[in-house]
């Protein structure tokens, strides 16, 4: 891929992507005004955000509420990101209002971290 001056485009994360699906409460508003509440899941999370996947409509800067079911924490987000469908639910990339990084309750390796080569055997 190539940015608008056709230079590479390189992705820059401010944390490391973990691929983990993890049960989720999704809180919202349709266009029209009326809420709406989904269950759903992570594909993947960071410090900063998570990508998921729901079967409500959505759209970019849209503002979401996020619900933990496990810890019952909650965390306001907006939608940065929106991809393919598949089996009805899209891909959704959210990013945290505020910084909300245990939300998660996990560590995540530092954005230089890269692991270690295997050892052929």
Not at 9 to 16: D, F, I, L
Not at 53 to 71: D, E, G, W
């Amino acid at each position: 891929m190539a940015d608008k001056q056709g230079q590479p485009w390189v992705e820059s994360r401010r944390s490391q992507r973990i691929v983990v699906r993890l049960a989720l409460l999704i809180y919202g508003t349709h266009d029209d005004g009326t809420p709406f509440q989904e269950e759903s899941f992570t594909i993947s999370v960071n410090a900063n955000g998570a990508l998921l996947m729901m079967s409500s409509p959505v759209k970019i800067r849209q503002k979401l509420l996020l619900t933990n079911p496990a810890t019952e924490e909650e965390a306001q987000c907006e939608v940065a990101f929106l991809g393919p469908k598949r089996g009805g639910k899209s891909e959704v990339g959210v990013e945290f209002v505020a910084p909300a990084q245990k939300f998660w309750r996990m560590n995540f390796p530092p954005v230089d971290w890269k692991p270690a080569p295997r050892k052929k055997q």
